[in-house]
């Protein structure tokens, strides 16, 4: 390849598509913008479940064990709501006890806690409420 194509393609991708890039989001409305951070946090966080899970497995088996046994002890068909449930990174911990019912600020979880569900919950799946904790008022 000639220089000079060498040094347009540097151009290229290293001026031009960032400009471009930055002036596509600059140009999308802020409900366009707040929708791809969603998209985009929900994305990365499914993604980056299993290795997180894996680093804090042994956290994770010791503050769930009590939970599991207390749920255990329960009478069946209660629910379990799980606050910030995210892509359902916890799925895994709970015992075959109740209905697990998701409260999530972030609306785009909605298909990766399903996915979740399938692959790891022993219980029933109840869905997702997309509200804030702080206000609880839909429950
Ligand atoms: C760090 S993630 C935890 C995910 C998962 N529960 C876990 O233990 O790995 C925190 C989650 O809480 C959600 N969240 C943060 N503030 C919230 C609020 N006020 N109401 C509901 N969900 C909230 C975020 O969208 C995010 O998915």
Not at 107 to 129: H, V
């Amino acid at each position: 390849m000639a220089d000079e194509d060498r040094s347009f393609q540097h151009f290229l991708y290293h001026l031009i598509l960032p400009v471009v890039f930055v002036y596509l989001i600059w140009e999308l409305s802020r409900d366009q913008r707040e929708t791809l951070r969603k998209k985009i946090v929900a994305f990365v966080t499914a993604k980056t479940t299993a290795k997180m899970n894996k680093f804090l497995e042994k956290k994770k088996d010791k503050l769930f064990h009590s939970l599991s046994e207390f749920l255990e002890a329960q009478p069946s068909g209660g629910i379990l709501l799980e606050i910030g449930a995210g892509s359902g990174a916890n799925f895994h911990y709970y015992p075959k006890c109740c209905t697990v019912l998701c409260l999530e600020l972030n609306n785009e979880f909605e298909g990766y806690l399903e996915e979740s569900a399938q692959k790891y919950l022993k219980a029933k799946y109840g869905g997702i409420i997309v509200a804030d904790a702080q206000n609880m008022k839909v429950i």
